[in-house]
């Protein structure tokens, strides 16, 4: 056998092609084509009802286009564990322990018995909540919460990271604490594609941005000449504040 014959082809990249969505009559997303590759991390701005939160439901499988075509370099097989995966900005918590949360999603990923505790504790002390291993998850902060959203994702290593407005209702010491753990998962090897309302947290954590505006991809650039130099009207009134975010 040849060496790396049973290595997995990569789910990235991501490609959409002239995809749109809608409901009734109105047209939320509007003939968006790009790709998501590998590496870089990627925000997505964006005034309010832009259509932000509804491309990243599209490209995670949540919702399905209403036109177009969304396609993997290589389809995740049918009832096989996930190779992506999605954070939002409340995350949903299991009546179960902190490590029983991770172990579900350990378990729910096809990760053998014996391996799961020690699976779960390892990406728990990653987002600095090994002590609260044995606390119920519903009684953490938010903060906390959202840690513990993100050590069930360090569990399984997914090839790429959805993140809706993680931070959006945290103060800035758990806004802080949550920004360091998407740098490490990136540095760990998670593609990141995330979407903020936030221009300080894009300048920290964007290599490039993407701009929406009434459900079309105005724009696309590397992050620091985007937030300096936008090429779109909308994008610079978006800088501006003249559009609502």
């Keep these: 056998m040849k060496p790396g014959a049973n290595a997995r082809a990569s789910l990235l990249p991501l490609r959409l092609d002239d995809v749109a969505f809608e409901v009734g009559a109105r047209r939320i ?68 322990s902190a490590l029983g949360n991770v172990m579900y999603a350990l378990r729910h990923a096809g990760v053998p018995r014996a391996e799961r505790r020690q699976r779960a504790l390892a990406a728990l002390r990653k987002v600095g909540l090994e002590d609260w291993a044995g606390h119920a998850a519903r009684v953490l902060s938010g ?39 998407i740098v490490a998962l990136h540095a760990a090897g998670t593609k990141i594609v995330m979407v903020t309302h936030n221009l300080g ?12 505006h009434e459900g079309c991809l105005v724009e696309r650039a590397p992050a620091e000449r985007f937030l300096k130099r936008p090429a779109s009207r909308e994008a610079a009134r978006f800088l501006e504040g003249e559009l609502p975010w």
């Design 143 to 181: 903060g906390e919460q959202q840690r513990l959203a993100l050590a069930r994702v360090w569990a399984i290593s997914p090839e790429i990271l959805f993140l809706d407005e993680p931070t959006a209702s945290l103060d800035p010491g758990a806004t802080h604490e949550i920004e360091n753990v």
């Design 29 to 96: 997303i509007r003939g968006i084509s790009t790709t998501f590759d590998a590496g870089p991390r990627t925000v997505i701005l964006g005034p309010n009802g832009a259509g932000k939160s509804v491309l990243l439901r599209l490209c995670h499988g949540l919702l399905l286009p209403t036109s177009g075509s969304i396609g993997w370099n290589a389809p995740e097989p049918r009832g096989g564990p996930r190779r992506q995966a999605m954070v939002f900005q409340r995350p949903v918590m299991l009546r179960r």
């Design 201 to 212: 947290q894009a300048h920290r954590l964007a290599d490039e941005i993407l701009f929406v």
